[in-house]
């Protein structure tokens, strides 16, 4: 089992910045990757940004056309912990943020790949 523990959420006004940190303990893997999703209210949930690593090698991360440019994913090895550095934020990045792992080194932007989610955290751009 692994869990997952995001935090780093709140409110921002429009241009800001925040950073998200989601810290993963348990049984881990040598080869994984993490995403991170969102889900705005009354929306589905959606992929935002990932990345992964087979032993030693980290993989390029990969964005939403969205977030491209604007958010940065980044991983922590000794403290097992995933980044989200989410800068000029805009309204419409509103949504609870989600941190999710799963096994294999492959990317996968489908939320139905990952194994494990963390409990989300609230983020809020004010205009």
């Known amino acids: 089992q692994v869990q997952l523990v995001e935090s780093g959420g709140g409110l921002v006004q429009a241009g800001g910045s925040l950073r998200l940190s989601c810290a993963a303990s348990?049984?881990?893997?040598?080869?994984?990757?993490m995403g991170w999703f969102r889900q705005a209210p009354g929306k589905e949930r959606e992929f935002v940004a990932l990345i992964s690593r087979n032993g030693g090698i980290t993989f390029d991360p990969d964005y939403s056309d969205s977030v491209k440019g604007r958010f940065t994913i980044s991983r922590d090895t000794v403290q097992n912990t995933v980044y989200l550095q989410m800068n000029s934020l805009r309204p419409e990045d509103t949504a609870v943020y989600y941190c999710a792992a799963k096994a294999g080194s492959w990317q996968s932007t489908r939320q139905s790949d990952y194994d494990y989610w963390g409990q989300g955290t609230q983020v809020i751009v004010s205009s």
């Open positions: 348990g049984r881990l893997y040598s080869s994984y990757a």
